[in-house]
């Protein structure tokens, strides 16, 4: 993403889409005034494996709002409405696309989850075994990030310190690992192998953060299964 400085130019789309060429020369992608007349929230960014870059849509001068997806297929843009009840916030990135293509967004102020397949949404609530997430992560930067097995790595929901660590959710069940800290960076290694850094609360008041790097293993997620 590039800003436009101009914010005030009501022809200014505020965020622009850029593709980095093989040469390191960088090609603005024409904007998506055809199909949708908003800006794209910052942070919202995903790429599928057949190359369709998805943005989202955003309210002009209100990067915390979002009324549509934007899916660019290397020749225009779409504008695909959101799932039901859709206000994912403007905080930490909540698009992710899996190996099969299908776009994955957090569904409802409650922590819900969506998976949009060509041409519908399917939604997972707490009816479906997930629990409530991403609501209260401290700066947190990946909210959703989806394993190579298609299940599903989310933030915590609320706990006693304020965050709830993060979550693992295969379609009908979620597990929760360092249920006390403020998730930050997720990452999964090819081995299955979940990386994070997370921060848990001071006991003290006044006291420093403790930030650490953690390892989730495939055995320990199998052992929790």
């Not at 009501?10 to 060429?21: H, K, Q």
């Not at 009908?172 to 249920?179: F, H, I």
Request: proline share 6%; charged share 20%.
């Amino acid at each position: 993403d590039k800003h436009c400085p101009d914010v005030e130019d009501d022809d200014c789309f505020g965020w622009a889409l850029l593709r980095l060429e093989d040469d390191g020369s960088l090609t603005t992608i024409e904007d998506w005034a055809d199909v949708y007349e908003g800006e794209a929230a910052p942070f919202q960014l995903a790429v599928s494996p057949e190359g369709d870059v998805w943005l989202v849509g955003s309210p002009r001068h209100q990067a915390q709002g979002a009324e549509v997806l934007l899916r660019f297929d290397g020749e225009g843009w779409e504008a695909i409405p959101g799932p039901e009840r859709w206000n994912p916030g403007a905080l930490g990135r909540y698009l992710e696309v899996d190996a099969d293509g299908a776009l994955w967004v957090k569904a409802h102020l409650a922590g819900g989850l969506a998976r949009f397949d060509d041409p519908g949404w399917t939604t997972f609530t707490e009816a479906d075994g997930l629990q409530p997430w991403g609501e209260a992560s401290l700066f947190s930067t990946d909210l959703l990030t989806v394993a190579p097995d298609g299940s599903v790595w989310l933030t915590g929901g609320p706990s006693a310190s304020g965050c709830g660590g993060v979550a693992h959710y295969d379609g009908t069940t979620s597990t929760s690992y360092l249920a006390e800290s403020c998730m930050d960076d997720l990452a999964i290694a090819p081995d299955g192998s979940v990386w994070l850094r997370a921060a848990f609360e001071p006991a003290l008041q006044g006291a420093s953060w403790k930030v650490g790097l953690y390892v989730i293993t495939p055995e320990a997620v199998a052992a929790s299964q």
